[in-house]
């Protein structure tokens, strides 16, 4: 065969490993992620930031990624638009998603994966929620 056709192999095979691996590394429903999160008013922090650095759990990634934002304020226990979840590893506090304010994110967003990868029955219950 000719070196050129072997070079054009090389080369798809390359590019089909690395479109795969970018998804499989790229964010998944269920997990929690870091994420540059906007403030859904408009307002701005006490650093004229619009945004805050927070984990929100991942309901679903497509080219936008839906998203819903996790608080540690425990005096949101019971409220309805919160579901309790389990420490995360990177607050070591309960935590609750708030299944009220949905937000899509563009990748961009995303900082870093916490690791974590809630209980199954919990992810159906929040995705169910976050529709």
């Known amino acids: 065969m000719y070196p050129t056709l072997w070079l054009l192999l090389a080369g798809i095979l390359l590019g089909a490993g690395l479109l795969w691996l ?3 590394t790229g964010p998944r429903a269920g997990q929690i992620w870091w994420a ?6 408009g ?3 006490r650093h004229g930031e619009r945004s805050k650095l927070r984990p929100v759990f991942i309901a ?3 080219v936008l990624i839906r998203v819903a934002p996790i608080t540690s304020q425990t005096h949101r226990r019971g409220q309805r ?3 309790e979840i389990p ?3 990177s607050t070591r506090t309960t935590s ?3 299944t009220g304010q949905p937000q899509l994110l563009p990748r961009t967003a995303l900082r870093n994966n916490t690791g974590m990868q809630l209980p199954s ?3 159906r219950q929040l995705r169910r929620q976050l529709r």
């Open 36 to 41: 540059q999160v906007p403030y859904t008013d």
């Open 96 to 98: 609750f998603v708030n």
């Open 87 to 89: 420490a995360i590893t």
């Open 60 to 62: 679903g990634a497509g």
């Open 81 to 83: 638009g919160y579901v």
């Open 22 to 24: 970018a998804r499989r």
């Open 121 to 123: 029955p919990l992810v």
């Open 43 to 45: 307002h701005r922090d």
